[in-house]
C-alpha cells in the first residue's frame, strides 16, 4: 500500500520569506514523488517530480523539493515565497515501476501574506 | 484538443439516477486516471488504465461505479443509482505519451465534471 502525509492544513508566510510544506510517504520500494498545485477553481497543474538521480529538483514558479529517503519526506520549498503564491499545494506518490497508481494527499493550503 | 477535456462540466441529477462522465484525454497519451475530489481536499485515486487495460479499480467505492476505455482513447466513468454522498468532483488525468517508457509519469488533468444530487 502507500500513502501520503501532509501534516499542515496551512502555512503562512510573509512576501519574501522562504517557505516550506512538508510531506511524508509510505510506499514499498522506491517511490515516484510529485508537487501539483490547485488554483481556485481550477485543475491541478504538476510543478516537479522526483524520480532518481539528485536529490534535490527544481520545478516550475521557483519551486523546489528535498528527497530524503532516511525521512521519507519530501518537502517543497522556495527561497523567497510570492504573493501568487498562494494556492493549495498536493504531494503525491507512486511506486517505481511500470505505470501505476498516484496516490494524492490531503493538500496544504498556502497563504502567502503581503 | 491540447489538453484533457471532461464532459459535462456540470451535472446535476436526482438521486437513482444513472450517470456518464467523460474523459477525452491527451491525444497519444497511454495512461489515463479517475479521480474523486471533495472542496479542499486531496484528489481520491478511484481508477487507472493503461491503453484500454484497466489497471487497477481498488478506488471504486462501491459496484455502481464503473469505468472503460474500450478503445484505448476516450473513458467513461459511470455511476448507476446515483446517491447524495457520490456528489464531487470527479477529475480525469492522462499521461505517459505513446512510444515512452511505461512509467509513471507526471498528471495532466483535466477541468473535471461536478456532480450534484439532489
Known amino acids: 500500500a502507500q500513502s501520503v502525509a501532509q501534516p499542515e492544513d496551512q502555512v503562512n508566510v510573509a512576501e519574501g520569506n522562504p517557505l516550506t510544506v512538508k510531506c511524508t510517504y509510505s510506499v514499498s520500494g522506491n517511490p515516484y514523488l510529485f508537487w501539483y498545485v490547485q488554483y481556485p477553481n481550477r485543475g491541478l497543474q504538476f510543478l516537479l517530480k522526483?524520480?532518481?538521480?539528485?536529490?534535490l529538483v527544481k520545478g516550475s514558479y521557483g519551486f523546489e523539493a528535498e528527497f530524503n529517503k532516511s525521512q521519507t519526506s519530501f518537502h517543497l520549498k522556495k527561497p523567497s515565497a510570492l504573493v501568487s503564491d498562494s494556492a493549495l499545494y498536493f504531494c503525491?506518490?507512486?511506486?517505481?515501476?511500470?505505470?501505476?497508481?498516484?496516490?494524492f494527499g490531503s493538500g496544504t493550503r498556502l497563504s502567502i501574506r503581503p | 484538443g491540447a489538453g484533457v477535456s471532461q464532459s459535462p462540466r456540470y451535472k446535476v441529477t436526482k438521486r437513482g439516477q444513472d450517470v456518464a462522465l467523460r474523459c477525452d484525454p491527451i491525444s497519444g497519451h497511454v495512461s489515463l486516471y479517475w479521480y474523486r475530489q471533495a472542496l479542499g481536499q486531496g484528489p481520491e485515486f478511484l481508477t487507472y488504465f493503461n491503453y484500454e487495460a484497466q489497471q487497477d479499480k481498488s478506488g471504486l467505492p462501491n459496484d455502481r461505479f464503473s469505468a472503460e476505455r474500450p478503445e484505448g482513447s476516450i473513458s467513461t466513468l459511470t455511476i448507476q443509482r446515483t446517491e447524495q454522498r457520490d456528489s464531487a468532483m470527479y477529475r480525469c488525468?492522462?499521461?505517459?505519451?505513446?512510444?515512452?517508457?511505461?512509467?509513471?509519469?507526471?498528471?495532466?488533468f483535466g477541468e473535471g465534471s461536478r456532480l450534484t444530487v439532489l
Open positions: 522526483y524520480i532518481t538521480g539528485d536529490n
Open positions: 503525491a506518490v507512486s511506486r517505481y515501476s511500470s505505470a501505476s497508481k498516484i496516490i
Open positions: 488525468a492522462s499521461s505517459l505519451p505513446r512510444g515512452t517508457l511505461l512509467r509513471t509519469g507526471e498528471l495532466f
